[in-house]
């Protein structure tokens, strides 16, 4: 991990978070001890975008009130084509597999 945060200039605590994050998702499998660390759990295949997004808790929300509630409530004119363009938007992150940003 130490390597990783190196490399990609992550605070390392930041990337502890998400590792530990993806671990109790079921992605990873950490090892302790001298040779320890994470290993893969599922096949990045099997691993959409929008399932790390899910298991690290990020929102892919492209404005704050699509998650949560909106100050104009039903008075909001964008409210539906916001939400359209975020469905869609969980629609191609969960169509995108790992292994996609490898090849």
Do not use: H
């Amino acid at each position: 991990m130490r390597d990783v945060a190196e490399k990609e200039d992550i605070p390392f605590d930041y990337l502890e978070k998400i590792f530990s994050r993806l671990e109790k998702a079921g992605f990873l499998i950490s090892k302790r001890g001298v040779s320890g660390g994470y290993l893969l759990a599922t096949p990045l295949e099997k691993v959409s975008l929008q399932d790390v997004f899910d298991a690290v808790g990020e929102s892919v929300a492209i404005v704050n009130c699509i998650e949560s509630t909106c100050s104009k409530g039903s008075a909001c004119r964008a409210a539906k084509g916001w939400k359209k363009a975020n469905k869609d938007i969980k629609k191609t992150l969960s169509e995108i597999k790992l292994s996609d940003l490898l090849k």
